[in-house]
């Protein structure tokens, strides 16, 4: 069965360092994808970041990048110059392929960006 | 930009009582979901929904459950006698195709509070 571990329950960081969010992941699937969720406190989940089981690089998308290491079966999120707004939860999800594509997410880790 | 749309937003019933969620999803999507998240806790997948018939259901959508696109629009759930357990941010899902890398783009979700 498809399993997202997310260890730590909780990251602080300093407004403009980077951070990493860490996510693991467990499938014998050979076709899966990955994503990283935002949840302000506002309670919407807001797309950041895919990584596809068979891309050859490592997804960016403005500020934020993954660190995807498929031997380990990590897919880590990077956020660069980490900004107050960057305050919320963040949850990696995993789709395979076939059915109904459905997501399974891990329990999140809540990053504070302090000023 | 497209978005998925939640109606409503916060939802207070009594325990036995009915209750329907509606979604409206992106205009030219073919796939819908329907997930919960109990409060501190992670994303649950419910139902998923393509070519008017539930593709894929997980354990936590009983008898109580059932969903519907009862027009070219609307995507409902409904709870037929809500339980205490039942409490819950519930998220609306859509996606264009299944493909490995179509994002699934959530609605801000209904807060339903089961007294």
């Known amino acids: 069965a498809q399993k997202i571990t997310q260890t730590q329950p909780g990251m602080f960081v300093q407004e403009k360092e980077a951070v990493t969010l860490d996510c693991t992941y467990d499938t014998s699937d050979p076709s899966y994808g990955l994503f990283w969720y935002k949840q302000p406190s506002s309670g919407e989940m807001i797309f950041l970041i895919y990584q596809g089981s068979y891309d050859q690089q490592n997804a960016t998308e403005g500020r934020y990048s993954l660190n995807f290491q498929k031997a380990r079966k990590s897919a880590n999120l990077v956020i660069s110059a980490s900004q107050l707004g960057d305050s919320a939860m963040y949850f990696c999800?995993?789709?395979?392929?076939?059915?109904?594509?459905?997501?399974?997410f891990g329990k999140g880790t809540k990053l504070t960006v302090n000023p | 930009e497209p978005e998925v749309t939640q109606t409503p937003s916060h939802q207070v019933t009594q325990m036995g009582q009915e209750v329907i969620l509606r979604c409206v999803p992106i205009?030219?999507?073919?796939?819908f979901y329907w997930y919960r998240q109990i409060l501190g806790q992670k994303v649950e997948f419910l139902v998923s929904f393509y070519n008017n018939e539930i593709s894929e259901k997980s354990e936590i959508f009983d008898d109580q459950f059932s969903v519907e696109r009862p027009d070219g629009s609307n995507f409902t759930l409904k709870i037929r006698s809500t339980k205490l357990e039942d409490s819950a941010m519930y998220f609306c899902?859509?996606?264009?195709?299944?493909?490995?890398?179509?994002?699934?783009?959530f609605g801000p979700g209904t807060r339903l509070t089961v007294l």
């Open positions: 999800a995993m789709s395979q392929q076939g059915g109904s594509e459905k997501l399974v």
């Open positions: 899902a859509s996606q264009l195709t299944t493909s490995r890398a179509d994002t699934q783009y």
């Open positions: 205009s030219n999507h073919l796939y």
